[in-house]
């Protein structure tokens, strides 16, 4: 019998026809929206008297634009004019289209990956979209979930459908036991320092192996997250109980008889044995150091425990990026990354801002305070439930007591697009997945790292080893 992976398995069960010239269309189960990509796709069918497919197939949230303080004043509060009016777009595109909306004001919103995975709108077994290139993210859920652009937008909207290639298989496959304070961040990291940011272009990387199946849903979604950094369109998890378990009871799953029978389908959805991947990578996940990106692409990373690289010791073709990046940073080559003073500390983003994250920050800065060199460390939880929960949790608190500054949800400073940022020259540990040049504000330089790295960076003032707090 043929032996499928589970891209295959999903991109069959979705095709509906083979253009010509080689493109596929696809069907989209589900559709998510926010204000940065949607307004042109919008106003396309509007001038196009086109009418959106299945409304009900759509979610939207505002995330990218929001203000993480006085969210009580909802789109009032917003105070840049252009972030206002995307906001304000979006709220009016829903109303005329009847697009499901999860408003500012609502308790549920966040940032468009991590709720919907959380409100159970992402499902195992669905194709999924996003006009937002980290949509890898809900792949962990053995879903085929990509980032689209602004047409492609349109496209969904209009027709439900997308117009695809298919993407070749990479399996990435990680054993061995993580050491105390590594985490699916350093797996990831690792992996594109390894790959390179262009390594899996053309891809669609299933993650695998021992490692992966000891991970967490959440664990799991910060590994698919940065996929798109190692050039991957897709990441992908296999389904398994630690999947179930995670969807069971989700305002969106099925429930009663419906969830058996979606079980019994769900449970097919893994690469079969002996499946044929166009590529293989391992990596021994036990021999893993928590990973600090020092440079401006994420491939510019190293463990805590190395140094800056030394531009004139590197193949002739790369020195000049090498320079520039160090120059921009601020490093000297040859430098220790570890002792390195950090001016700020960003917690948060789609990458890493769901309970778990918050859970194990606040289990290290419990009962300590902030380095008195830090000048600002924020917490911002993915979602307005994850904030309640860490409320409820108590762990809140525990940031509060520390000197963090505890916020609502959004994208905040992962990207410079609302009232985070970064000042030329500072400093940042950061959880986000990009560390590109000006990212979290014009001159801002960015170390990308896990909560817990991140989490004791804050509490020393420099990039430390959290292996030895
Ligand atoms: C603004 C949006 C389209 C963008 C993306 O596509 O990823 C953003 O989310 C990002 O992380 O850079
Ligand atoms: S948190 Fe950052 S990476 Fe994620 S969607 Fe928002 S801006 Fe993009």
């Not at 077994?125 to 859920?141: E, F, I, P």
């Not at 390179?196 to 021992?210: M, S, V």
């Not at 590529?279 to 692409?297: H, I, N, Y």
């Not at 400093?427 to 989490?455: I, W, Y």
Request: glycine share 10%; proline share 5%; hydrophobic share 40%.
């Amino acid at each position: 019998m043929t032996q499928h992976t589970l891209y295959d398995k999903l991109w069959d069960r979705h095709l509906v026809d083979t253009l010509p010239g080689g493109e596929s269309l696809l069907y989209i189960d589900r559709h998510l929206i926010h204000e940065v990509s949607s307004p042109q796709a919008f106003a396309a069918l509007r001038e196009k008297r086109r009418p959106v497919w299945r409304a009900d197939a759509n979610l939207a949230v505002p995330d990218h634009a929001v203000p993480t303080r006085n969210r009580d004043l909802g789109v009032a509060g917003i105070r840049d004019g252009l972030a206002r009016q995307q906001v304000r777009r979006l709220q009016d595109n829903c109303r005329e289209t009847r697009i499901p909306l999860i408003d500012l004001t609502d308790q549920r919103q966040g940032i468009v990956h991590v709720i919907g995975p959380e409100q159970g709108l992402t499902l195992p077994g669905m194709t999924l979209v996003c006009g937002d290139s980290h949509t890898s993210t809900h792949g962990a859920l053995a879903t085929l979930s990509m980032g689209i652009g602004t047409s492609e937008v349109e496209h969904v909207l209009a027709t439900q459908t997308l117009r695809a290639r298919k993407l070749k298989t990479l399996r990435v496959r990680f054993h061995g036991e993580l050491d105390e304070g590594v985490t699916a961040k350093d797996m990831v990291l690792a992996m594109i320092g390894r790959l390179g940011t262009a390594g899996a272009t053309g891809f669609a990387i299933e993650y695998a192996g021992p490692t992966v199946a000891g991970l967490s849903v959440e664990a799991r979604m910060t590994l698919c997250n940065m996929s798109i950094e190692a050039g991957a369109r897709a990441g992908l998890v296999g389904y398994d109980g630690v999947t179930e378990d995670y969807v069971r009871g989700r305002p969106g799953a099925p429930d009663g008889a419906d969830w058996e029978a979606a079980v019994t389908h769900w449970r097919g959805l893994v690469s079969d044995p002996d499946a044929r991947f166009d590529r293989d990578e391992v990596f021994d996940a036990g021999a893993l150091a928590p990973q600090v990106t020092w440079g401006t692409s994420p491939e510019m990373v190293a463990p805590v425990t190395g140094q800056v690289p030394v531009p004139d010791e590197a193949p002739p073709g790369q020195r000049d990026d090498l320079r520039r990046a160090l120059a921009y940073m601020g490093l000297t080559a040859g430098q220790a990354l570890e002792g390195l003073p950090i001016d700020r500390v960003f917690i948060g983003s789609c990458t890493n801002a769901r309970i778990e994250d918050l859970r194990q920050v606040a289990s290290l800065v419990r009962g300590h305070r902030l380095s008195p060199r830090i000048r600002q460390a924020i917490i911002v939880p993915g979602s307005g439930l994850v904030r309640l929960q860490a409320e409820r949790e108590g762990l809140a608190d525990i940031f509060e007591c520390a000197g963090f500054e505890w916020r609502a949800a959004g994208c905040s400073m992962c990207l410079g697009m609302n009232d985070d940022r970064l000042a030329p020259g500072e400093r940042c540990a950061s959880t986000s997945n990009r560390n590109f040049e000006g990212r979290q504000g014009k001159g801002g330089r960015t170390h990308l790292m896990s909560p817990v790295m991140a989490a004791a960076a804050a509490l020393t003032g420099v990039i430390t080893d959290v292996r030895g707090l």
